[in-house]
T-cell receptor, first 112, second 115 residues
């Protein structure tokens, strides 16, 4: 069946550190892949997406590459800031499905 | 412009009571989704509306849950005879609806607590 497995948190990093949040998925077809972010006190918002294999999504210094061979969509950022503190959700949209399927979320805290 | 709005922001109810949660999507968005986020779990899909098509109800956990979308805009999620396990944050999202990969815009959620 469909599933999304993402790195368990919480993750605590110092400002300017390198960030990786792992995400792997199981799907029957060729899903589109997403990272959503939820900042404190705010609603979920799309961070980036990739709709086919080898595509790279990027936004606000974050990147993720759709790797079909490893069924992964790891989120990376070269230098995190305090303002990146949030909960990050990996999600996929299965071929033919209407709804996003989410992972459980990874809480990131960046300390000055 | 205005985003997705939901009301109430918080709802506390007693076990066995019925509750109604409201979602106002972004104007012009034809697709509307309900999800719920339970403590320690990811977001779980509940129901999807697209234009005038029959809704996709495949995620509703029981027949106590139902949803309507009137006039292709506002949606109401109703939970009858609430149980403690229904306690969660209920999120609504909308998208343009032209393509499945259209960005889903989420509302702030309604936190439901069943005592």
């Amino acid at each position: 069946g469909n599933s999304v497995t993402q790195m368990e948190g919480p993750v605590t990093l110092s400002e300017e550190a390198f960030l990786t949040i792992n995400c792997t998925y199981t799907a029957t077809g060729y899903p589109s892949l997403f990272w959503y972010v939820q900042y404190p006190g705010e609603g979920l918002q799309l961070l980036l997406k990739a709709t086919k294999a080898d595509d790279k999504g990027s936004n606000k210094g974050f990147e993720a590459t759709y790797r079909k061979e490893t069924t992964s969509f790891h989120l990376e950022k070269g230098s995190v800031q305090v303002s990146d503190s949030a909960v990050y959700f990996c999600a996929h949209l299965e071929t033919g499905a209407n709804n996003l399927f989410f992972g459980t979320g990874t809480r990131l805290t960046v300390i000055p | 412009g205005a985003g997705v709005s939901q009301s109430p922001s918080n709802k506390v109810t007693e076990k066995g009571k019925d509750v109604e949660l409201r979602c106002d999507p972004i104007s012009g968005h034809t697709a509307l989704y309900w999800y719920r986020q339970s403590l320690g779990q990811g977001l779980e899909f509940l129901i999807y509306f697209q234009g005038n098509s029959a809704p996709d109800k495949s995620g509703l956990p029981s027949d106590r849950f139902s949803a309507e979308r009137t006039g292709g805009s506002v949606s109401t999620l109703t939970i009858q005879r609430t149980q403690q396990e229904d306690s969660a944050v209920y999120l609504c999202a909308s998208s343009l609806g032209g393509q499945r990969t259209d960005t889903q815009y989420f509302g702030p959620g309604t936190r439901l607590t069943v005592l």
